[in-house]
């Protein structure tokens, strides 16, 4: 990470937290299910591969979510949704790593942990399927990469532009999410995705992130070459079932 870079104050927060955190003892070790099996298995059934956020809350959102995650959780695979994604971040997400166990054990598709994880050990917090490893935040992504793989996680890496994809692809990295929010002032621009997705290889999984809320942005997303796309504020803001089926199905 360029520790001289701007960032917003909420941005900046999160990552002094999350330098803090302790590093676990004991290394995980994970027999994973596949993410981007799971996205390849719902456009087979025609249906728009979503990955689900359980997102209790977040700098950019008003309110929390005060449900059991794991009711969330269900009503967003009986939406449709191929995959969840669970956030464990506590001070700004109102996420655990109990909320992703639990969320786990009670549903039937992939699990990816959404965290601000800086170096290897952070990842030996909790068993998930996948994780992600943003690459503006971490000094090496080739060894993030491989330390997730290494415990069984899928690693998604994201990026936010073509030279952050560059450093991804150097990294070996498959499945790629592209975040339309600018992480360092927080804005969002779907053009982003629309970019950086020109610039990829065929055969990496590309998942749009962020800014996504309606029907329209999906098949936005989708002609520009979304493989996946991952969306959190707008099914958390409504009724999760029936916002889920609504991209789901658009």
């Known amino acids: 990470m360029n520790a001289t870079e701007e960032f917003a104050p909420a941005v900046r ?15 995980v070790s994970v027999d994973g299910a596949s993410l981007s099996d799971a996205l390849t298995t719902a ?8 990955i689900a956020e359980v997102k209790p809350t977040s700098p950019t959102t008003e309110g929390t ?3 059991d995650p794991v009711d969330l959780a269900r009503a967003m695979v009986d939406g449709g949704a191929a995959a969840l994604s669970v956030l464990t971040e506590p001070e700004h997400f109102g996420g655990s790593v109990e909320n992703l166990e639990r969320v786990r054990e009670a549903v039937d598709v992939p699990v990816l942990r959404k ?15 996948a994780a992600l490893v943003i690459a503006r935040f971490v000094d090496d992504v080739g060894e993030m990469v491989a330390a997730a793989r290494e415990r069984g996680f899928e ?11 560059e450093t991804a692809l150097d990294a070996d990295a498959t499945l790629v999410g592209v975040n339309n929010r600018d992480l360092a002032s927080l804005t969002v621009d779907l053009g982003t995705f629309e970019r ?30 979304a493989d996946g796309l991952l969306v959190g504020s707008a099914i958390m ?11 789901v199905y658009a």
């Open 65 to 67: 979510r005060t449900e």
């Open 43 to 50: 456009d087979a059934d025609e249906r728009v591969p979503l």
């Open 155 to 165: 690693p998604l890496v994201e990026v936010h532009s073509v030279a952050e994809l």
């Open 196 to 225: 950086v997705a020109a610039e990829a290889p065929d055969d990496v999984t590309l998942v749009a992130e962020s800014g996504i809320s309606t029907p329209a942005d999906v098949r936005r997303m989708r002609a520009a070459g």
């Open 237 to 247: 803001a409504g009724e999760p079932r029936e916002s889920t089926e609504e991209l």
């Open 115 to 129: 965290d601000f994880l800086l170096e290897p050990g952070h990842l030996d917090a909790v068993e998930a399927d």
């Open 13 to 27: 927060s999160i990552l002094d937290a999350a330098a803090r955190r302790t590093v676990p003892a004991d290394r």
